[in-house]
């Protein structure tokens, strides 16, 4: 038996079922009403994720990654309240413009509000217009394999993980980024075992995350991960300093200069090298 039609996200939540018109509170309505703490949203992404995206900027991140370029969304009591219903409206006024693509949820950290991110994820794959594709960006520093079941929901309803591995150093993880690198690998390890595709990204700053050493253990942590569907490694860029200076912040990467895009070219080829080593090791 197919569900309940559900005819709009309207704050009516009208729903049709066996000719009987019935005003729901629970399935897709209840998801409607949910509401999540946002940054800002962008209509026509087209970085984050395949095809021409609808892009939610969550607010509020643990981390405090030196290079980040959004130091705007790090504050928990910030930005404003968008309810599911309101975001899946958004999305349908230019439903063709995104017929490759979807809706991609980043941040902040997406995972810090997994309720709010599971309801948009389950309305768009109920969407009444089609089934809406769903990407997470994130970067896993809330997750926890001892409390996994709190992600279920989400990670359920998650057709695409961008996943950040900030660095391969675990010492170095905590002075770049302030949290220990484990969030991070036992969400990969979670996202292995649900096999949901993956695509690793890995900032690559001057100085700090540049060696072949480095990104090598990148190759090696994702040659475990049978999910990884691709590996972008993204060279460090210093646009993001002028919002320190607006925020009264101080920039701690000061004097760091561009990553060169043909280095990072090249680090990806010894990343992927050492993940194919990897690889060949697991399987003999
Ligand atoms: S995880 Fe992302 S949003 Fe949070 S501090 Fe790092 S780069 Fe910024």
Redesign the pocket.
């Known amino acids: 038996m197919p569900g309940p039609l559900c005819l709009s996200w309207c704050e009516h939540q009208v729903r049709v079922e066996g000719g009987t018109v019935t005003v729901g509170t629970e399935g897709c309505a209840r998801d409607a009403n949910v509401v999540g703490r946002v940054h800002s949203l962008e209509t026509f992404g087209t970085v984050d994720g395949p095809g021409t995206r609808f892009v939610v900027f969550c607010q509020g991140?643990?981390?405090?990654?030196q290079?980040?370029?959004?130091?705007d969304?790090?504050e928990f009591d910030k930005g404003e309240e968008r309810s599911v219903a309101e975001l899946l409206e958004m999305f349908e006024r230019n439903r063709p413009f995104y017929r490759r693509g979807g809706i991609t949820v980043t941040?902040?950290?997406p995972m810090a509000q997994p309720g709010f991110v599971a309801a948009l994820f389950r309305a768009a794959h109920a969407a009444p217009a089609g089934r809406i594709h769903t990407c997470l960006d994130t970067?896993g520093?809330t997750f926890s394999a001892n409390h996994a079941a709190r992600f279920s929901e989400l990670l359920d309803e998650t057709d695409l993980v961008l996943l950040?591995i900030?660095t391969s150093d675990p010492a170095l993880h905590e002075s770049l980024?302030?949290l220990p690198a484990r969030h991070a690998l036992e969400l990969g390890d979670e996202l292995a075992r649900r096999r949901i595709p993956t695509l690793i990204r890995h900032?690559v700053v001057p100085g700090l995350t540049d060696s072949e050493e480095e990104v090598a253990g990148v190759g090696r942590i994702i040659g475990d991960w049978d999910n990884v569907v691709g590996l972008d490694l993204l060279p460090y860029h210093t646009m993001g300093a002028v919002k320190y200076e607006r925020l009264g912040i101080s920039y701690p990467l000061e004097g760091v200069s561009a990553m060169e895009p043909a280095r990072a070219k090249e680090l990806r080829e010894v990343a992927l090298r050492a993940r194919a080593a990897r690889r060949a090791e697991r399987s003999r």
């Open positions: 991140c643990p981390m405090r990654c290079y980040c370029h959004n130091p969304t790090w941040g902040g950290e970067s520093a950040d900030k980024c302030g900032v």
